[in-house]
Structures are given as structure tokens and as C-alpha cells.
């Protein structure tokens, strides 16, 4: 059965619109494909930030590893498993000081993993997640899909450079932005984002 990977990133829980719409993705997209959902919120299960027990521990065959070392890869092991299994991914973020949350960065820096889900070659490096398709939900206060601030946005071109090096090529983005612009630029923004959607569901 096909699985699809939902990794959201935002602390505001249920009154966060990068979780509540990449939720509704997902969702639709297990009605639409019978698939799984197997969702990493975190916020809630909070991933270290890498240090020197988790870089050590990746260069180390695994028996030669110490209990901490050990410990850490785990993690990241167990990251990269959901990563590689999943047919779909579903990445939920806001946009913070124009990029990601740290916790989703830590997500990136745990599944980015050399003979992992990338190797090096002669060629340079060649990307292992293949045959997997993305899809990216941004909240914004702002605009920066297009405009003027269009260039402060860091986020979207930086997850399509992380999943490209990863062998995910495929990548969709729903925006929410301008939610900050007022009540009416809200509820614009919520149901465009809403639309496209639906139109993503409809195209799986």
C-alpha cells in the first residue's frame, strides 16, 4: 500500500494554516489513493539539532559506535526509513525571518544522509529518494509567491533544493499568504489556497 509522508513544522497547533492545510492535502490525497498517512508534527516530537554525537555517529559503522552515538543515529534512521518509504511527502511550514522553522531544518539536516538518501559519485552527488512526489504548504502574513517580496522568500527555493539533491524533483506548492493584510485578504488568501487544494487532490 502507498504511504504518504506528512511532516509538519509550525508550534500553533491547530491554529496554524501550514498544518491545517497540509492536513487537509494529505487527507484528501489518502481518500483519493487509499494510501497511509504516517505524520511527523514537530512540534511535538522535537528533533535535536546536530552536534557532535549525531555527526560522529554517522561517519561510524554501526558497531563502533558508543551508547549516545548509537542513540542519535537511531533517530535519524528512523527519519530517513519514513522518508524512503513514502510514495507521497506533504511538508507544512511557516515562513519565519523569510525561511523554514528550525525544527523542519533539523528534519533536513537528520534524512540528508550520504549512502542514505544520497550518495557521491565520479559525477557528483546523485539523489536516492526517487520516484516520490512533493508538496510544499507555506503560511505567510506576507506575500512572497510573487511582488515585491518575492525575493525575501527563502523558504520555497531552499526545500526544492533540498528534495532535488534528495532525488525529488517533483515538487507542488500551495501558498496561504497575505493573511496578515486583514479579515477579507484572510479569507481570500484561505480559499485560494483551499482551491488549489482541491485541484492538487483531484490531479493525484
Do not use: C
Request: aromatic share 6%; hydrophobic share 45%; net charge negative.
Amino acid at each position: 500500500m502507498s504511504s504518504i509522508l506528512l511532516v509538519t513544522s509550525s508550534p500553533r497547533g491547530s491554529e496554524s494554516l501550514s498544518n491545517a492545510l497540509a492536513l487537509e492535502l494529505a487527507e484528501k490525497f489518502k481518500a483519493q489513493t487509499g494510501a497511509t498517512i504516517v505524520h511527523r508534527d514537530l512540534s511535538q516530537s522535537l528533533l535535536s539539532h546536530v552536534d557532535g554525537t549525531f555527526t560522529a555517529a554517522i561517519r561510524k559503522p554501526a558497531e563502533d559506535r558508543t551508547a549516545d552515538e548509537s542513540q542519535a543515529a537511531a533517530v535519524s534512521d528512523a527519519l530517513v526509513a519514513e522518508l524512503m518509504a513514502a510514495d507521497t511527502i506533504v511538508i507544512g511550514t511557516g515562513l519565519i525571518n523569510f525561511n523554514i522553522y528550525s525544527s523542519l531544518k533539523s528534519w533536513i539536516d537528520h534524512v540528508a544522509r550520504a549512502g542514505l538518501t544520497f550518495k557521491y559519485t565520479e559525477n557528483g552527488p546523485v539523489g536516492l529518494a526517487t520516484g516520490k512526489k512533493a508538496y510544499l504548504v507555506l503560511a505567510a502574513g506576507g506575500v512572497y509567491s510573487s511582488g515585491p517580496a518575492a525575493p525575501l522568500n527563502h523558504a520555497a527555493p531552499y526545500l526544492k533544493t533540498v528534495l532535488g539533491f534528495l532525488g525529488i524533483e517533483l515538487v507542488e506548492t500551495v501558498y496561504v499568504e497575505g493573511v496578515a493584510f486583514g479579515p477579507e485578504a484572510a479569507e481570500k488568501a484561505i480559499a485560494s489556497a483551499k482551491a488549489k487544494v482541491e485541484e492538487l487532490a483531484r490531479a493525484a
